[in-house]
């Protein structure tokens, strides 16, 4: 079992920043490639950012890539998310998911949630 609490959101300007972090509980963080996704108003849960066990190999969605950066650190069990150049249409609550599989940007094969963060960008 693994329980993910995000932290960090927040109204900001565009062209401004935030950091998100999600904190895991449990001694088997490191076994989980772990994923930030967001959801805005009507619209489906979509793939932002994704990191694998050991934080050798990142992927993002080319609506963020440049701008956003994953990153963990498994002796904190800490995944983070560096949102930088943030846009209108970044406003989401943002996710921090675990995942055991290979498919880290598909939403179905994440074993475990946060509750959420907003982050709000405004024009």
């Known amino acids: 079992q693994v329980q993910l609490v995000e932290s960090g959101g927040g109204l900001v300007q565009a062209g401004g920043s935030l950091r998100l972090s999600c904190a895991a509980s449990?001694?088997?963080?490191?076994?989980?490639?772990m994923g930030w996704f967001r959801q805005a108003p009507g619209k489906e849960r979509e793939f932002v950012a994704a990191?694998?066990?050991?934080?050798?190999?990142?992927y993002y969605a080319e609506s963020v890539k440049g701008r956003f950066t994953i990153s963990r650190d498994n002796a904190k069990n800490t995944v983070y998310l560096q949102m930088n150049s943030l846009k209108p249409e970044d406003t989401a609550v943002y996710y921090c998911g675990a995942t055991p599989a290979a498919g880290v940007v598909f939403t179905s094969l994440y074993d475990y949630w946060g509750q959420g963060t907003q982050v709000t960008v405004s024009s």
């Open positions: 990191v694998r066990r050991r934080g050798g190999s990142t």
């Open positions: 449990g001694r088997t963080f490191s076994s989980y490639a």
